[in-house]
């Protein structure tokens, strides 16, 4: 409906336009109205399911753009179209006044939101432009971290394959008699070490921690608590774990607060720790497994307890048939790394646990 309640006195146009589209509305019905009629741009503002679009023009040439507004109600540029069709100064400046007394400085408010408009846009188009390259570089961030972990894979993977034939042919040496005492194990050990230092270029060890005679610490590998004896010595600390005294690597320790060592020093002490395979302890369970799947286990077990530095082991087997603990005694009499073995005492276990004193380095 073009310019809808023009041609007639400009409040009731407005009023009679208002009422109109109020009754087209109500009918569900959808309109398009022009307008020169402040009143009822000002009602558009006022209303949820009324909409205020406007077409832009060049504020310079007065040209227009073809580019619509929306929510922004349209200017009428007469007065500046007069200015540049010749009409004398002082009309136009006594026309602004006029114009700005009758609709109580609409028009220079127009223009001002107009402004706001235009630079919220502005900001809007800047905000996507960043939001994009923010979401190109974290996905390209990801496929960086993604490859970067990928190739740290397959190096840790081909440094693992290589440290387990050099353990593996460590083992034979030992067996063969090759390598007889523990400070040529220990020395192939290291140079396993230095590789893996060498290829990652990450060390292996943390900061070492200042370690006092009698300093509570907790042994990470056995999960449990105990007091420092003596200072570290060729790089391993004596540590009293209830009546048992271990020898462990100082990176395996972290320091406890006296606090927290006095809240658990009423707990009952266990001498002992089922542990996992590849964990370095002092203990392994290999109750109701046959001959073929025990011996790995042991043999794996000595390899761990060697590497942290440990000088006996408790094997508990059970008691059964006998035929686990005669193979494990067996296996353990020809043992490069084993200096003897026996039966425990009553309160190790006795006929189900084989004690096992091992070479020191």
Known sequence: MDELGGFTDPDEGAALAMAIIDDIKSKRAHVVVTTHLTQLKAYALSKTDTKNVSAEFHP?????????????????HAIT????????????????????????????????????LESLNKTREEIEFLKATLNRELAETRQERTDLVENFRKEAAELMKHAEKELSS????????????????????????QEF??????????????????????????????TVLFSPERG?????????TVR??????????????????????????????????WEVHVIGMRVDEALPIVEKAID?????????????HGKGTG??????????SDHALVLGSREGLPQEGGAGATIVDLRPE
């Open 60 to 76: 310079v040439t007065l040209k227009p753009t073809f580019r619509l507004l929306y929510d922004l109600p349209g200017e009428s």
């Open 81 to 116: 179209t007069a200015e540049t069709v010749g009409l004398p100064v002082s009309v136009i400046s006594s026309a602004r006044r006029y114009a700005d007394a009758a609709v109580g400085g609409s028009v220079a408010l127009m223009a001002s939101l107009k402004e706001k």
């Open 170 to 193: 460590l083992r034979h040496s030992l067996k063969s008699g090759q390598l007889r005492s523990g400070k040529e194990v220990h020395d192939k050990i290291a140079e396993i070490k």
């Open 197 to 226: 230092v060498r290829k990652l270029d990450v060390p292996l060890t943390k900061p070492k921690s200042v370690l006092e005679q009698g300093s509570p610490v907790r042994i990470n590998s056995l999960g449990k608590q105990g």
């Open 236 to 244: 391993k600390v004596d540590v009293r774990v209830g009546n048992i």
């Open 248 to 281: 462990v690597d100082p990176d395996d320790l972290t320091p406890i607060k006296i606090s927290d060592s006095k809240k658990n020093s009423s707990k009952k002490s266990f001498l002992g720790v089922d542990i996992p395979l590849a964990t370095h302890g």
């Open 304 to 316: 761990n307890a060697i590497l942290s530095g440990l000088t006996s082991l408790r094997i508990v």
């Open 323 to 332: 035929r686990l603990r005669k193979a494990i005694t067996e296996y353990l």
